[in-house]
């Protein structure tokens, strides 16, 4: 398979062997590394892979994210702001391998693209600012990766930092993420003069010099004892957790290069340890051994489970020989058209096949295949089973869809999207406008499952939720962008659900109808109540009914339709969470009986039941990191309290700084930033994460 032309210069750097176009194309699925970058905002996941698509000669000069010239940061706003907002896939070649990396956003108002991503992803390289350590957004990717069993390296980036500490973040590390972060590096020099690492496992010193050229020595005297040291810890540590290592170092009192990464590849791979590497990106010090690290440490598609069908009914291994299945993980827009980003599990795919959709059921022709370089593309002919490429050609398909051989249909697991917080109200500003913007947003919507485009109910205006005000603000400044429509926004409103305070029991609805033709019968008796606090999930069913006396069908439309009514709660139309049912009883009709009859009561039914109920409103909360200077601490903390907040925790932080935790409605956070700013002479920053609900207070009256 051709992938993108990468020329290799003559002058590629680093530890490994020749990098190139061939040695890519003609490796096999082995040679695939399929990776995220992860992190807290500004931890500088851009930079590294800015960096990482010079050295493998993908590009031939580093941009910077201030100067708006990075290849993944291509869209226009993201330029502008200096913030990465959609997640990019680029490929490149390093080593023989085929490295398709994908840039990830940090501000948590994007986290559904880094969990769109992870959901494809077979690796990720979580990078840490070594002053500031584990930051809380990168404290949440990381769980979201191990939701998704998605193995990491960590790499703690700019070791240039006046403050910068590498132990200290390993510690930070320790104690917030990971048991076993195990660092392979030793930084040389400090701050303004780190200029190296000695790699403990190749016991070298490896430096750059001012151009970012890489060079390697011997270990610098001053640092061979702590570097003996630490080499010995990290033996240690392996042989306890590795039998063959344990083998080897029993027999030689000793780990051998070989033998060390090894078996660091299989505790990597089964999460066991986390090897942590250093560096600058900024200064080009670092990455040579990042990718080296990424390529024998992280697996490839063949070292991951073999994926299976949502209902668990089917297994396709990565082979290229089985039938075609691909999950459509992203679709935007390009000039070029409509992509979708597909990530192969098996099969192989050819340009002009037609494909099925087994979310729509349509059949569609991929007409084009890319292979993706942030916003430039090389075409091919083939994809293979652990690839992920773009596609031109399906009209319909959306995220999370599944694209497979039409003679053998399978549907793959869709990622999770989270549910929106944050609404406005949306309109034109020119009432000629008004299809235009909605024909945009609806396409918004459909490429960030995470965006929702509504009509409200009472005013009938237009509404964009999401997860957060950056979000909202995004999403509007592209549809002025792309579609050149100007919308006038309304005041940001939270995102309520509703919740049984005390439920009700043998709740009776009977749903008989009879107009003419077959009639609709369905008698059904309901326990409904509060889901037990901590119990996860909004909705919990259960049927206690015997003797067959609602047939399985019916219960299962009984479900579906309870599922429903939850979707509209009485007090406000809002979602309804928490909820568990019992359908205790029932009764059918032997001719006016059918799963719509029963899907219908259901629905009518648990609406009447939880309006026969005691209920609340809840709002959504913010758990809050705030850092300010600390003789602002005062007036910040008096704020976050009129602010509703709970303060959990004030802690020093770097310099003469302080970090305070706090638990703050979120609705209360609006504008917090322009607050923040005066308050504190534009030294505060702070960043939020969702933090679940909490019982908003009643209106008065
Ligand atoms: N001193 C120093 N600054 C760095 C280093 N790496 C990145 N930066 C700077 O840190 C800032 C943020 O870097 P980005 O690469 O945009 O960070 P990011 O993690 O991609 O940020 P988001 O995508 O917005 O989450 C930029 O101004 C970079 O120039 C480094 O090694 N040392
Ligand atoms: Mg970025």
Request: aromatic share 4%; proline share 6%; charged share 25%.
């Amino acid at each position: 398979m051709r992938t993108h032309t990468t020329t290799t210069r003559s002058t590629t750097r680093g530890t490994t062997t020749a990098t190139g176009t061939t040695a890519a194309a003609t490796a096999g699925i082995a040679a695939v590394r399929n990776l995220g970058i992860l992190a807290h905002v500004d931890a500088g996941k851009t930079t590294v892979t800015e960096r990482i698509l010079y050295l493998t000669g993908t590009t031939h000069k580093r941009g910077e994210v201030h100067d708006g010239t990075t290849v993944t940061d291509f869209d226009p706003q993201e330029r502008d702001r200096g913030i990465t907002i959609f997640a990019a896939a680029v490929s490149c070649a390093w080593a023989g391998h085929r490295i398709n990396l994908i840039d990830t956003p940090g501000h948590v108002d994007f986290a559904d693209e880094v969990e769109r991503s992870l959901r494809v992803l077979d690796g990720a390289v979580a990078v840490f600012d070594a002053v500031a350590g584990v930051e809380p957004q990168s404290e949440s990717v990381w769980r979201q990766a191990e939701r998704h069993g998605v193995p990491r390296i960590a790499f703690v980036n700019k070791l240039d930092r006046a403050g910068a500490d590498l132990d200290a973040a390993v510690a930070a590390i320790r104690e917030r993420l990971h048991p076993r972060p195990l660092a392979v590096h030793v930084p040389i020099g400090a701050e303004e003069s780190f200029t190296g690492v000695v790699d403990l496992v190749g016991q070298r010193a490896l430096t750059w010099d001012e151009d970012g050229t890489l060079h390697e020595g011997p270990v610098p005297a001053s640092l061979e004892a702590v570097a003996a040291e630490r080499r010995r810890a990290l033996e240690e540590a392996v042989a306890e957790l590795h039998p063959e290592a344990l083998e080897e170092f029993c027999a030689r009192a000793t780990l051998g290069a070989d033998t060390l990464t090894a078996a660091l590849r299989d505790l990597t791979r089964t999460g066991e340890v986390v090897v942590v590497l250093c560096g600058s990106a900024y200064r080009n010090r670092g990455i040579e051994p990042l990718l080296d690290a990424a390529v024998a440490y992280l697996p490839s598609p063949l070292d991951v489970p073999p994926t299976r069908s949502a209902d668990r009914a089917q297994q396709r291994d990565p082979d290229p020989e089985q039938p075609l299945t691909a999950l459509a993980f992203k679709v935007t827009s390009a000039p070029t058209g409509r992509l979708t980003h597909l990530r192969l599990y098996a099969g192989t795919l050819h340009k002009g096949a037609t494909v099925l959709d087994t979310a729509t059921g349509r059949r569609e022709r991929v007409a084009r295949i890319l292979t993706v370089l942030a916003d430039r593309h090389t075409e091919t002919d083939t994809a293979r089973a652990g690839d992920i490429v773009a596609v031109v050609g399906p009209k319909h398909t959306r995220v999370g869809a599944t694209l497979c051989d039409a003679d053998h249909p399978i549907v793959l697991e869709a990622p999770v999207s989270a549910e929106p917080v944050v609404t406005v109200a949306v309109e034109a500003r020119r009432a000629a406008d008004t299809d235009k913007l909605a024909a945009a947003l609806a396409r918004l919507a459909e490429e960030d499952p995470s965006l929702r485009v509504a009509t409200d109910p009472e005013t009938g205006q237009r509404t964009l939720s999401g997860l957060g005000e950056l979000h909202l603000e995004v999403a509007v400044e592209k549809v002025r962008r792309d579609a050149g429509v100007e919308a006038v926004v309304g005041r940001p409103r939270v995102a309520l659900r509703e919740a049984l305070t005390e439920g009700v029991t043998g709740f009776t609805y009977r749903h008989a109808k009879q107009d003419g033709g077959a009639g609709q019968f369905a008698h059904l008796v309901l326990d409904v109540h509060p889901l037990p606090a901590g119990t996860e999930g909004e909705f919990a069913f259960t049927s206690t009914v015997t003797g067959g006396r609602v047939p399985r069908e019916y219960v299962q439309a009984v479900e579906a339709g309870c599922r429903d009514a939850l979707a509209e709660g009485p007090l406000g139309g809002h979602p309804v969470t928490g909820v568990a049912v019992t359908l205790t009883d029932g009764a059918t009709h032997p001719k006016d009986s059918s799963e719509l009859a029963f899907r219908t009561a259901a629905r009518l039914g648990l609406r009447e039941a939880l309006r026969a109920s005691r209920m609340h409103l809840l709002e959504p909360l913010a758990e809050v990191s705030v850092t300010v200077p600390e003789d602002a601490l005062g007036t910040v903390l008096g704020d976050l309290a009129a602010r509703r907040g709970h303060v959990r925790s004030t802690e020093p932080g770097h310099g003469a700084t302080a970090r305070v935790g706090a638990l703050v409605p979120l609705a209360e956070l609006f504008g917090y930033a322009g607050r923040l700013r005066g308050r504190t002479q534009g030294r505060g920053t702070f960043t939020t994460r969702p933090a679940g609900y909490a019982p908003a207070p009643t209106p008065a009256g």
